[in-house]
């Protein structure tokens, strides 16, 4: 069974840092595609970030300069190191490990970051 598991959400003031993890089945990881997306409470799920089998990388504009993902392929885990956090990236973090051939979409059970201000 594939499996998803996000780590290392919680409150945090402006300003401050958190790192998400993501631990993904052996199965999958080393070829998938890999993205961070987050959810706000009434909003729908954005991408945050991906980066793909060979460790290119994309990022939504509001981030940018933030926020950074990377992955360990020995370890099969994502992380998304984010500074400077602001208010208004308050959500639901979710791991996301998808493949277009053979099509493959799995998510993982999210994890909370909030950032007082």
């Known amino acids: 069974q594939v499996r998803l598991v996000e780590s290392g959400g919680g409150l945090v003031q402006a300003g401050g840092s958190l790192r998400l993890s993501c631990a993904a089945s052996?199965?999958?990881?080393?070829?998938?595609?890999m993205g961070w997306y987050r959810q706000a409470p009434g909003k729908q799920r954005d991408l945050v970030a991906q980066?793909?089998?060979?460790?290119?990388?994309d990022y939504v504009d509001s981030v940018k300069g933030r926020f950074a993902i990377s992955r360990d392929n020995a370890k099969n885990t994502m992380y998304l190191q984010m500074n400077s956090l602001k208010p208004e990236d308050t959500a639901v973090y979710y791991c996301?490990?998808?493949?277009?051939?053979?099509?493959?979409?799995?998510w993982g059970q999210g994890t909370q970051v909030t950032v007082s201000s």
């Open positions: 052996a199965s999958i990881f080393s070829t998938s595609v």
């Open positions: 996301r490990a998808f493949r277009t051939f053979p099509q493959y979409d799995y």
């Open positions: 980066i793909t089998i060979g460790g290119s990388t």
